[in-house]
């Protein structure tokens, strides 16, 4: 596992230990980055069930202004600080070890412009983490809540701000892309 481009490009990135987290290949990495290219210059991100920490920095390593990184896993969270240090881009980053449906709950103090969420596989989380955002300042206006699930996990939910726009099937992996209806439709939130 590596950081592909940017400032710390090239880096190796340690795995949490034991068998509780599914990094994110490489191949569906550049194919995300691929899409948020455009996006990612001086966007603050929050990474969700961040595991490894390896979408948080590669959105930092792409010029990403700040990412938060939500674990609950004290393991994960001494990785995530372990791969902040090997890339040097600690100083833009915040780790948080919470479970993200407490943080998400709680009135943010900031918006942010793309939220990955990458759960464990066949408990719904996803689903769940999204119906919250649906109903919170999380995400800021126009911006981009991706959720990486396997693609036997969708299923269309009943969300009142937030619509798919995009859905990318690599494999394993699909990636379901969800913006602000009002925004999606050309109007303002």
């Known amino acids: ?19 509780g987290t599914r990094p994110i290949t490489d191949r569906v990495k550049v194919a995300l980055f691929d899409i948020l290219a455009p996006y990612i210059v001086r966007t603050r991100f929050l990474d969700l069930f961040a595991g490894t920490g390896s ?8 010029g990403a202004a700040h990412a938060t990184f939500v674990e609950r896993e004290w393991r994960a ?6 791969n902040l240090k090997i890339t040097d881009l600690a100083e833009r980053a915040t780790v ?9 709950e709680r009135q943010p103090n900031q918006s942010f412009d793309i939220i990955y969420i990458a759960p ?5 989380l996803w689903a769940r983490a999204l119906q919250i ?12 809540a991706i959720a990486q699930i396997f693609p036997k996990e969708f299923k269309p939910l009943e969300l009142a701000s937030l619509g798919l726009v995009d859905q990318r099937s690599y494999g394993s992996t699909l990636l379901c892309f969800y913006q602000s209806v009002a925004v999606r439709e050309g109007g303002d939130d």
């Open 77 to 82: 969270i001494r990785t995530i600080e372990e």
């Open 1 to 19: 596992m590596r950081v592909i481009t940017g400032s710390a490009k090239g880096r190796i990135l340690k795995s949490v230990p034991g068998k």
């Open 120 to 124: 464990p596989q066949y408990q719904g």
């Open 133 to 144: 955002l649906d109903r919170t300042t999380h995400l800021a206006s126009g911006g981009l």
């Open 96 to 104: 948080i070890q919470e479970d993200v449906f407490r943080f998400l």
């Open 55 to 62: 979408v948080g920095i590669e959105a930092l390593s792409r």
